[in-house]
Structure formats: structure tokens, C-alpha cells
């Protein structure tokens, strides 16, 4: 399996543009999450999502960032507009309810500069 | 809620010497216990995980856990160091069905 596939893997922006974040997850995982990890704040999760529904969104600032999950195999994550304090690494995740209840398996992550 | 605390926000050793980096949970017994780690610019690996089967859990590159209730803590080990060892591991433990809480992440400086 190619794990979790995340793009892209760098961004940089101006302040007040509109970012998106891509994943796609290890196929027939159902459950799929969004990291964001800076200096200050660490590992935070923002949402998750099981079968394409949100079970978890609140660590995610809701007046700017949206996350979606369309289809199985593919999530986005979306900034608008996008702040310089939104600078981050920004890490999909994904995992399967079974025996291997809880472990997570991490994408590479996108770095996100802004401006 | 469930969290966990790592001692050491960055942990120095010399090149064959004992690692030794600290976790404790917070409260109840939890049903799982995770160590990951994270190598420059890459994601989160998973380096090991406790599920109550055994106290004593072997991870990759030779790395071992030891779940001890008594003191709630669930260190990691590893004999001797490697310079390929230095990364930032993170402890974590389950907050809710299929939530992990992470914690803040020990960073290992590996000297020759």
C-alpha cells in the first residue's frame, strides 16, 4: 500500500488567499483525521471524520477553515482566508476499526507559509 | 479526560549510550499506550503500542516500552543510541473511539 498520500507537500501563500489541503487515505481505512503541528501548539487535532461524516470538529476555527470528505479516498482541507499564524505542518491520518483499534498511520504532511 | 505527560522537551546522549525517554498518563488504566516517531520533515511512524497483552512491548529499531500501573508510566527504552535515532518521539493515548491525545514530544539529540 502506498499509505496516506498528502498534497501538496509544500505551500506558500500570500495572507487572504485561499489554501487547500488534499489526502488520501490508506484505502479501506474509515476513519480519517487532520493534524496541525506548529512550535508553540504542538500536535492539535482539528477534525475527523468516520465514513465521510464528521464525528469531530472542535479544534477546527470555523470561521476560516472547512474540511471536507467527499468520497472515501480523498479529503480536503480548505483555508479562506488564509492568516500568516496559519503557518504550519498540516498532517492527514488515517485508520481501520479492527484489530488495530486506535493506531494511526500519518501522511508525510503539507508545510503551509503564509505571507 | 485521558491525557499524558512527556518529561524533557529535548534529551541529549551520546552515541551507544542508554535512551531513555518518559511518558505517565493520567488517570484509569487506559486500553492502549502508543509511541511515535517523527524523523525530520516526515509524518508520525508508529514505534510501538501497549494493549494489555504484555507489560513489556518490543518496537522497531530495537526500541522497548514498559507499561508500569504502579506509576502510570509508560517509558521508552533503547540500550545503546544511534545517530539514525535522532527524531522527536511522542507519546499518545486513545481520548475517545479512535481520538488519539498526543503529547507534547521529546526531542532526541543523538552526539557521536
Known amino acids: 500500500d502506498a499509505g496516506v498520500i498528502q498534497s501538496p507537500r509544500h505551500e506558500v501563500t500570500e495572507m487572504g488567499q485561499e489554501v487547500t489541503l488534499r489526502c488520501k487515505p490508506i484505502?479501506?481505512?474509515?476513519?480519517l483525521f487532520w493534524y496541525r503541528q506548529t512550535m508553540m501548539q504542538g500536535l492539535e487535532l482539528l477534525v475527523y471524520?468516520?465514513?465521510?461524516?464528521?464525528?469531530?470538529d472542535s479544534g477546527m476555527p470555523k470561521d476560516r477553515f472547512s474540511a471536507k470528505m467527499p468520497n472515501a479516498s480523498f479529503s480536503t482541507l480548505k483555508i479562506q482566508p488564509s492568516e500568516p499564524r496559519d503557518s504550519a505542518v498540516y498532517f492527514c491520518?488515517?485508520?481501520?476499526?479492527?484489530?488495530?483499534?486506535?493506531?494511526?498511520?500519518f501522511g508525510p504532511g503539507t508545510r503551509l507559509t503564509v505571507l | 479526560a485521558q491525557s499524558v505527560t512527556q518529561l524533557g522537551s529535548h534529551v541529549s546522549v551520546s552515541e551507544g549510550a542508554l535512551v531513555l525517554l518518559r511518558c505517565n498518563y493520567s488517570?484509569?488504566?487506559?486500553?492502549?499506550l502508543f509511541w511515535y516517531v517523527q524523523y525530520p520533515n516526515q509524518g508520525l511512524q508508529l514505534l510501538l503500542k501497549?494493549?494489555?497483552?504484555?507489560?513489556l512491548v518490543k518496537g522497531i529499531n530495537g526500541f522497548e516500552a514498559e507499561f508500569k500501573k504502579s506509576e502510570t508510566s509508560f517509558h521508552l527504552t533503547k540500550p545503546s543510541a544511534h545517530m539514525s535515532d535522532a527524531a522527536e518521539y511522542f507519546c499518545?493515548?486513545?481520548?475517545?473511539?479512535?481520538?488519539?491525545?498526543f503529547g507534547t514530544g521529546t526531542r532526541l539529540l543523538v552526539s557521536p
Open positions: 491520518a488515517s485508520s481501520l476499526v479492527d484489530r488495530e483499534t486506535d493506531t494511526q498511520y
Open positions: 484505502s479501506g481505512h474509515d476513519y
Open positions: 471524520f468516520n465514513n465521510k461524516a464528521v464525528m469531530d
Open positions: 488517570s484509569s488504566v487506559p486500553p492502549y
Open positions: 501497549y494493549t494489555s497483552a504484555a507489560t
Open positions: 499518545a493515548v486513545p481520548a475517545g473511539f479512535q481520538k488519539l491525545v
